[in-house]
């Protein structure tokens, strides 16, 4: 019989998954907008329209983080009435909620995008997509894209869409004293 009274008997905690979703329209033409998807810039493809970057690949994973870790969503920490996000890029909004969920607790285990839209085609830079927002994030992040086959508003290029899931699991807090 083992009398030890220091071993942890507290239950692991389980890992916590959140999903996120973002969409933004395709800027007008002749907009002064730059694509920015997957923290990556898009030359010579046409923006999207938002307070920030609009890089849904980016907000997605925030929303997904903040979904995960239970404290709020994009637009309860980076809405559209705080002037400090106005133009942000998705990769600082996506640095940032990676800081506010540690800080609330949790590690992040890791994070899927899928975009979805007829551009910009996400395979030629799969893997620069990975590596910018794995290094934001400060966990590993892979990135996929799909189109809708010509339905709905990203099949006939009116916009684009993100679909994020994220893992975390809630840090070990120090035991209390009896």
């Not at 404290?71 to 705080?82: E, K, R, Y």
């Not at 800080?103 to 990975?130: M, W």
């Not at 086959?149 to 994220?166: C, K, S």
Request: net charge negative; glycine share 12%.
């Amino acid at each position: 019989m083992n009398t030890d009274r220091t071993i942890d008997t507290a239950p692991m905690p389980l890992p916590r998954v959140g999903t996120g979703v973002d969409v933004h329209a395709v800027a007008p033409e002749g907009a002064d907008r730059e694509l920015w998807v997957a923290g990556l810039l898009w030359p010579g493809e046409r923006g999207l329209v938002g307070h920030s970057d609009a890089d849904v690949a980016c907000h997605a994973a925030c929303d997904a983080l903040f979904a995960a870790a239970g404290i709020g969503d994009l637009g309860s920490h980076f809405g559209v009435a705080d002037p400090q996000w106005a133009g942000a890029a998705g990769a600082t909004m996506l640095r940032e909620a990676a800081r506010r969920v540690r800080e609330a607790g949790y590690r992040i285990g890791n994070i899927s995008v899928q975009v979805v839209g007829n551009r910009p085609r996400l395979a030629t830079r799969r893997e620069e997509a990975v590596a910018v927002m794995s290094e934001a994030a400060g966990a590993p992040v892979s990135v996929s894209g799909t189109t809708t086959d010509a339905l709905g508003l990203t099949g006939r290029g009116e916009g684009v869409a993100a679909i994020a899931t994220a893992l975390v699991v809630a840090l070990p807090q120090p035991a209390k004293e009896a």
